[in-house]
């Protein structure tokens, strides 16, 4: 299948659809002039990318939950690309999400409920990567499986955990929807940015233009996000993985139905 920096998508017509939006977009970007406006990507242009995710068949609320099956797994992989569900993502970006606000706020019992020990935590606080290797190790499991989903929820796993840890301040936490919110937008941007990875650096542009492709489809993904009905009751691990996964089906079936 390849990395993820030259993956040519799973070939399904919503993948095709949003390389056809993203690299359209990135042209009018490139071939923008002095003086005229900069073109913005629009959040529908990116509504394909929620087809991505096969609607789950259940609830994941913890390891070996919801439809996805064990973290890693590569669940019901019949080839053709990668194989998304809205279970298997929900449950590893939230069990990360739930893990990094567990410390922020010294819940020792949550952590301990997903194999980390909160002593051990603060031992390597100074060191972000070894702190970022532990939560995504609980999240997503010891070992990778090789392939591009399996490489996007690691990587939405550190980058969720790093941005509960920094937000906000030391008195004021994000809210559990302001976290839930950011974990769909990161589980949303980095499916995009894979399924558009080949023909976003094949070299046709200029680097700049790929960096800022990349930091706007961020942007834009959280601006989709924000528009998505949520209902979020608390922090723990359970309730911000059915908010996500809850979140991203809601957001499925309104922009993806005909």
């Known amino acids: 299948m390849g990395t993820k920096g030259s993956y040519t998508g799973n070939g399904t017509p919503a993948s095709k659809q949003l390389q056809h939006n993203v690299t359209q977009w990135l042209d009018a970007l490139t071939g923008a002039g002095p003086g005229t406006p900069v073109p913005q990507l629009n959040p529908d242009q990116l509504a394909p990318a929620l087809a991505l995710f096969k609607p789950s068949r259940g609830h994941a609320d913890g390891p070996g939950g919801g439809a996805g099956g064990a973290a890693g797994s590569g669940e019901g ?3 053709g690309g990668a194989q ?9 970006a939230g069990r990360a999400a739930a893990a990094a606000y567990a410390y922020r706020t010294g819940n020792a019992q949550a952590l301990q409920a997903l194999g980390l020990d909160y002593a051990e935590l603060q031992a390597v606080a100074d060191d972000p990567i070894d702190w970022t290797r532990r939560i995504v190790e609980a999240a997503c499991g010891p070992l990778a499986d090789g392939t591009i989903e399996d490489e ?8 969720v955990a790093q941005w509960v840890l920094e937000a906000g301040t030391d008195s004021t936490l994000p809210t559990p929807e302001e976290v839930v919110r950011e974990t769909m937008a990161l589980t949303i ?14 070299g046709s542009r200029p680097a700049w233009a790929t ?10 993904a959280r601006a989709l996000v924000d ?3 949520l209902t979020i009751t608390g922090p723990s691990t359970a309730e911000i993985t059915r908010a996500v996964e809850e979140g991203i089906e809601a957001m499925r079936s309104i922009w993806m139905e005909p």
Do not use: C, H
Request: no cysteine.
């Open 189 to 202: 941007s980095e499916a995009i940015l894979s399924e558009a990875a080949a023909k976003m650096n094949d």
């Open 227 to 229: 528009r998505a009905p």
């Open 211 to 220: 960096a800022d492709g990349e930091r706007q489809i961020r942007e834009t």
């Open 77 to 79: 992989r019949t080839g």
């Open 152 to 159: 996007e929820r690691r990587f939405v796993a550190s980058e």
């Open 84 to 92: 998304r569900s809205a279970s298997q993502s929900s449950r590893t």
